[in-house]
Nanobody
Framework: QVQLVESGGGLVQAGGSLRLSCAAS????????MGWFRQAPGKEREFVAA????????HYIDSVKGRFTISRDNAKNTVLLQMNSLKPEDTAVYYC?????????WGQGTQVTVSS
């Protein structure tokens, strides 16, 4: 069992930055691939970024490449999403995700609002 708690969301002007943090419980955190998803009002939840269990591999949706960076610290059971050059279209609830084989866990989400 893994419990995930996101933090770091808020209101920011376009062009600004935010850093989201996801704190995970459980001694097996380092065996999970971690990811960030987001859901805007009236839209389906979409993948944003993912990082392998070791941190060696990362993957991003095209719209955030060059602006967002995902990282993890297995000693601290945390995964971060550094978001720079934010755009109004990045406004959404951001969810942390842990995945190993067919098992997935979700956090409760944190709101990110980017004003124009």
């Amino acid at each position: 069992q893994v419990q995930l708690v996101e933090s770091g969301g808020g209101l920011v002007q376009a062009g600004g930055s935010l850093r989201l943090s996801c704190a995970a419980s459980g001694r097996t955190f380092s065996s999970y691939a971690m990811g960030w998803f987001r859901q805007a009002p009236g839209k389906e939840r979409e993948f944003v970024a993912a990082i392998s269990w070791s941190g060696a591999g990362t993957h991003y949706i095209d719209s955030v490449k060059g602006r967002f960076t995902i990282s993890r610290d297995n000693a601290k059971n945390t995964v971060l999403l550094q978001m720079n050059s934010l755009k109004p279209e990045d406004t959404a609830v951001y969810y942390c995700n842990a995945k190993k084989y067919s098992t997935m866990y979700w956090g409760q989400g944190t709101q990110v609002t980017v004003s124009s």
